[in-house]
């Protein structure tokens, strides 16, 4: 299968939704609706999928697009920033993803305005920033309240839609080179995240929120304790302060702590404490896909290969569901980043890069037949998909990179470039592989 050709074909689809604004382009985030800007849902995320496009290709028409999608991406953000909008500190639905965005934008455009976008996100992020405790935090409205029905404030402390997150975005603007103080402003955001972890006989659990409004304990990547470990883990690398370190390997106790085995290798739950169905998510988000993330990083740091052999059992786990072909409860009609398909292979081909063991491609392989295979050939190719489990019959056509076709079609470039071992994939923030 020719996945640069499949990937084409997934633009064909998203270009058909490109709506022309006064500072240049955005896309509908369905067809038929309205534009919107995050990194999740909107044209930041999709920007980069046409960034990877241009990589790959050379295609003119690639680069011009993403650019004329920076501007109107750099317009908003502008105007949000002068106007001192809110917008969540949430890695990939708020200030972050513009930031992580404008920056590639300028690495790959050289345009310094993108830079100074980048900045300006940056600057508002911190700007709505709280001191709390031993450093700084977010206090924000209660995430998911359309689906919990419960409302108010917290402060929010995981990498989703929390501090670790947003801690995150700082070490890479250190390394990156730009923005105010952002290395300790990435300290101050560690320190207060060492206030609030809940030591347990297992380790260290950090969950969503301060105060809990609604029972959720997850154990994984995005909502728990291994999304805040990473990054503890990730500011080690630059200030080798032993303490993040230490934090970062008892998250990595509490989540090893809570394997359940299957028919091979292991999985952890999706929410271990109020699940008692043990639903097993595979995707970035509460899966293998996200969590192996931090065992990756500690085994490099660490030189200790444990942290490795569990991320290979957790995929022995992944793979012992019957996934792809087989959507089990924690696979269902989801083939996006975040929570299905395109995650778990991009997953895959890290492995791969950084393996060589064949058995990876060829999962990633099987996870592209299956996507291509079910997808929607009206339009190009898109994909009619749940983006919450819990609305299994809740199907739409997205445009976006976490959940719809740009993160999609960013693996299937992925995967058409590692085949002639010249891949193409920007590696995010949450991310510690190195092509």
Sequence with gaps: MNYLAQAARVESFIHSNQVDTQTGICWNRIPDSKPTHTFYHGSAGIIAFYLELFMATQEETYRHTAMAAGDDLLAYVQKQAEAEKFITCGFFSGWPGYVFTLNELYKLGGDKKYLV???????RLTAQ????????????AIPFSDITGIKGERELIDFSVGAAGAGLIYTYAHRNGFGADPLEHAIQTADR?????????????????????????APN??????????????????????????AAISAANYVMAKTFEQDQGFLVCHNEEEDPARTFYLGVCHGPAGTGRLM??????TGDKKYFTWLEKNFLGLESTGAP?????GLWQNHGQCCGDAGIGDY?????NETKNPHYLEFAQRVAAHMVDVADRSMGLSWNQAEHRGQPDFLEKQTGYMQGA????SFLVHLGTTLVEKPVKLVMPDTPFVL
């Design 221 to 246: 990547f995005a909502h728990g304790s291994a999304g805040v470990g990473y990054f503890f883990a990730d500011l080690f690398r630059d200030t080798r302060d032993q303490r993040y370190l230490d």
């Design 296 to 301: 990756f990083l500690l085994s490099e740091l």
């Design 406 to 409: 740009a993160g999609i079609g």
């Design 129 to 140: 920033a709280s001191e709390l405790g031993s450093g700084i935090g977010w206090v924000e």
């Design 325 to 329: 072909e087989v959507r089990s409860r």
């Design 348 to 352: 895959a081909l890290y492995l791969f």
């Design 117 to 123: 976008g980048a900045e300006l996100a940056l600057a």
């Design 193 to 217: 995240l060492l206030d609030v972890g809940e030591k347990t006989p297992d380790g260290t659990l950090w969950l969503m929120m301060v105060d809990m409004a609604f029972a959720f304990t």
